[in-house]
């Protein structure tokens, strides 16, 4: 009976060591917001062309005026061109980029992804020759922290769940990819199409 007792009471003493060393250990959970986020710019895979209706290129680095340039909001007067290029390829504060793909042909254009962690959707806009396409784009975050690709600061780990330019989704994490191309292509009456090249 003794033996009995003494074998409960570590049973129960193991019990309640375990069901203390329990947590609610969320930092693998998925949230939509976070409180008290903030903006933030995100790394992604996502890289874009800008052609006409021959495929011919329309980015030159040598002319500023052909850069496309990212915006955080709708901007009542366009973005006037780039004073020059940084480490011969990054402008607009290092959020933008131009780089020759010689596997395409192309010059390619690369954005981070605007956000603001308060939010899981977020809107911004890329100027091309005046012209703003709208990028919708939805995020995830994780509670933990981690430094800011542009401003070096400490900000949630976040995740792009969705992208879409004009409406036509460019990204999702349903169809995931290393690298997502996107032919932007100006027609003859200054309008921009998007496509996804597979």
């Known amino acids: 009976m003794r033996t009995q007792k003494l074998l ?39 890289r874009f062309y800008y052609v006409d209706e021959q495929e011919n290129d329309l980015i030159d680095p040598d002319d500023l005026t052909t850069l496309p340039i ?17 480490n011969n390829s990054s402008y607009n504060n290092r959020i933008n980029s131009v ?34 396409v709208e990028m919708e784009i939805r995020h995830r975050y994780q509670s933990d922290k981690l430094e800011d690709m542009v401003t070096n600061e400490l900000k949630y780990g976040s995740d792009i769940v969705w992208w879409k330019a004009n409406g036509v989704t460019i990204y999702s994490k349903e169809n995931p990819s290393f690298r997502r191309n996107i032919m932007v292509q100006k027609g003859a009456d200054g309008k921009l199409t998007i496509s996804v090249k597979e």
């Open 70 to 86: 990212s915006s955080e909001k709708l901007l009542d007067t366009p973005p006037a061109p780039p004073a020059g290029l940084t």
């Open 99 to 132: 780089v020759y793909n010689e596997y395409e042909g192309l010059y390619e254009f690369f954005t981070y992804a605007y956000g603001d962690s308060r939010f899981s959707e977020f809107t911004f806009y890329i100027y091309f020759e005046g012209v703003p």
């Open 8 to 46: 409960g009471t570590i049973l129960l003493f193991f019990a309640a060591i375990c069901l203390a060393g329990c947590n609610d250990d969320d930092t693998n959970r998925w949230y939509d917001s976070m409180p008290d986020g903030g903006p933030f710019w995100a790394g992604n895979s996502v």
